[in-house]
């Protein structure tokens, strides 16, 4: 049973404009997100993480948006460059365990 | 920041054999790791929590017998895929939480084939 779900397996964006990519999740118990960039035959590497207490939380060219209500949240990537290609995954946490999507391989276009 | 060091970095073993798989926190104690597997283009899937001094956890549907989890020391867990076949091969790789930063710091991971 997939409890996070990243829909858009892939994305392809022009250099400088905005990547935006989207995560749902279905337990209501995760109380702490986290998106992580991912390079072929490499670890993930942490990008940015949110609280389920906040909304928002921005770090240089990443935000990421959590929408309690809805499950959903967002990672916003701006402007994007071409180091930016990678697959994200979203990842989500209750107590100690972390439950990944299946990531989005983002492309950015020069 | 938090480093885990994973080795070896590839391995290409024959069937019927088995592989170990170190991962080391570098610079912080780690007293739970995990262990995932990913398929190409899929999600990384947790296997098993490892903790130190103690069992280690294991997913539904994943084999304590074939994945064998020790987590010996503080900074040290090791996977060892016993009598490995081709359908094992994969990508696994560990990940540690960093108690005092919080967060989880992961191995570079192992590209596992099995011929």
């Known amino acids: 049973d997939q409890q996070v779900k990243q829909n858009s397996p892939s994305l392809s964006v022009q250099e400088g404009r905005i990547s935006i990519l989207n995560c749902d999740y279905t337990?209501?118990?995760?109380?702490?997100f986290l998106w992580y960039k991912k390079y072929p035959a490499e670890g993930p590497t942490f990008l940015i993480s949110?609280?389920?207490?906040?909304d928002k939380n921005e770090d240089g060219r990443f935000t990421v948006f959590l929408n309690k209500s809805a499950k959903h949240l967002s990672l916003h990537i701006v402007p994007s460059q071409p180091g930016d290609s990678a697959v994200y995954f979203c990842?989500?946490?209750?107590?100690?365990?972390?439950?990944f999507g299946a990531g989005t391989t983002v492309t950015v276009r020069a | 920041g938090a480093v885990v060091s994973q080795h070896p970095s590839w391995v290409i073993c024959k069937s019927g054999t088995s592989v170990k798989i170190e991962c080391r926190s570098l610079?912080?104690?780690?007293?739970?790791m995990f262990w995932y597997r990913q398929f190409p283009k899929q999600s990384l899937m947790l296997m098993a929590t490892?903790?130190?001094?103690?069992?280690?956890?294991?997913e539904q549907g994943v084999e304590k017998d074939k994945f064998l989890i020790n987590h010996a020391s503080l900074t040290l867990s090791t996977l060892t895929v016993t009598s490995a076949h081709p359908e094992d091969s994969s990508f696994y790789i560990c990940?540690?939480?960093?108690?005092?930063?919080?967060?989880?710091?992961f191995g570079s991971g192992t590209r596992l084939t099995v011929v």
């Open positions: 990940s540690a939480r960093d108690i005092r930063e919080g967060g989880y710091t």
């Open positions: 337990n209501s118990m995760f109380d702490y």
């Open positions: 949110i609280s389920s207490i906040k």
């Open positions: 990842a989500a946490s209750d107590d100690y365990k972390l439950s």
């Open positions: 610079d912080f104690q780690a007293t739970t």
């Open positions: 490892s903790n130190e001094g103690s069992k280690a956890t294991y």
